[in-house]
């Protein structure tokens, strides 16, 4: 037990060593440094919602800044996390040289900074809107932050798979760009789920990241807004993508140390 412990000890050091040196790597000491992890998705979702408002586009019993903020956070740490995981490994070659250093800690350990990044975004957001009145406060603050959890693990799964397919050609470098862009509709941020025909609902249903963002929504807004969404559909599909994932991510580090 106590080589356990001591083993799960120097392995939290490592990731809390990584992610202090992907941070400083990332934004430097100097001008805002660390807050901008919080401040580039924050601009990101907030000048949507400014947007939005000037323009009245109003959607019924939708929050419009809620919702542009809930959406958007969600998009921003997919992409944000999918962009790392581009030939993690051969950029990050030198790190192995480290005993304690394992190729999945390298990684896991900006999944967690970016994670990290935009709830702390969210939370920089969210309390003085609320606190001006600008936004209701969470309808279910567990039932939010669960699908928010959900997101993050959709995100880690995808991201190994991205992580191992980028190291085998470049050309995954430069498609995932692309694709992350023409999917963009099937995320569910722009839209929710009952605003949507039946048969396009019966489409989107299969789209993980639909279903967590509107069990966010679901947390966030009114018990009159109606959402659609099944967390263990969730759960399933990111164990088999993590499963999958961890196979190939494997497979991927033999040949990158050879």
């Known amino acids: 037990m106590a080589a356990h412990a001591r083993g799960f000890g120097v392995q939290f050091g490592v990731l809390r060593a990584l992610i202090v040196r992907d941070a400083l790597m990332r934004f430097g000491h100097e001008n805002l440094g660390f807050f901008w992890v919080i401040l580039e998705p924050l601009m990101f979702a907030g000048g949507v919602a400014v947007l939005w408002t000037v323009l009245d586009h109003t959607h019924g019993r939708v929050p419009t800044v809620t919702f542009a903020l809930t959406g958007y956070l969600m998009i921003t740490l997919l992409r944000h996390i999918a962009g790392a995981s581009n030939r993690i490994l051969s950029r990050?070659?030198?790190?192995?040289?480290?005993?304690?250093?394992?190729?999945?800690?390298?990684?896991?350990?900006?999944?967690?900074?970016?994670?990290?990044?935009?709830?702390?975004?969210?939370?920089?957001?969210?309390?003085?809107?609320?606190?001006?009145?600008?936004?209701?406060?969470?309808?279910?603050?567990?039932?939010?932050?669960?699908?928010?959890?959900?997101?993050?693990?959709?995100?880690?799964?995808?991201?190994?798979?991205?992580?191992?397919?980028?190291?085998?050609?470049?050309?995954?470098?430069?498609?995932?760009?692309?694709?992350?862009?023409?999917?963009?509709?099937?995320?569910?941020?722009?839209?929710?789920?009952?605003?949507?025909?039946?048969?396009?609902?019966?489409?989107?249903?299969?789209?993980?990241?639909?279903?967590?963002?509107?069990?966010?929504?679901?947390?966030?807004?009114?018990?009159?807004?109606?959402?659609?969404?099944?967390?263990?559909?969730?759960?399933?599909?990111?164990?088999a993508q993590t499963v999958v994932g961890l196979m190939l991510f494997d497979y991927v580090r033999r040949r990158v140390d050879m």
């Open 92 to 239: 990050n070659l030198g790190l192995r040289f480290h005993a304690t250093i394992k190729p999945l800690d390298i990684y896991l350990a900006r999944a967690l900074l970016e994670s990290l990044g935009c709830l702390a975004a969210f939370f920089v957001a969210y309390i003085p809107l609320t606190t001006l009145g600008v936004i209701d406060p969470m309808r279910d603050p567990l039932l939010a932050m669960g699908g928010y959890a959900l997101q993050v693990w959709f995100c880690v799964g995808f991201g190994l798979i991205m992580a191992a397919l980028s190291e085998t050609s470049d050309v995954m470098e430069r498609v995932l760009p692309v694709t992350m862009y023409l999917t963009l509709p099937l995320t569910g941020i722009f839209t929710m789920q009952s605003w949507l025909p039946a048969k396009a609902q019966s489409i989107l249903a299969w789209s993980p990241m639909v279903n967590t963002v509107e069990m966010l929504r679901n947390g966030m807004f009114s018990a009159d807004v109606t959402t659609m969404w099944d967390a263990w559909f969730v759960v399933w599909w990111c164990f």
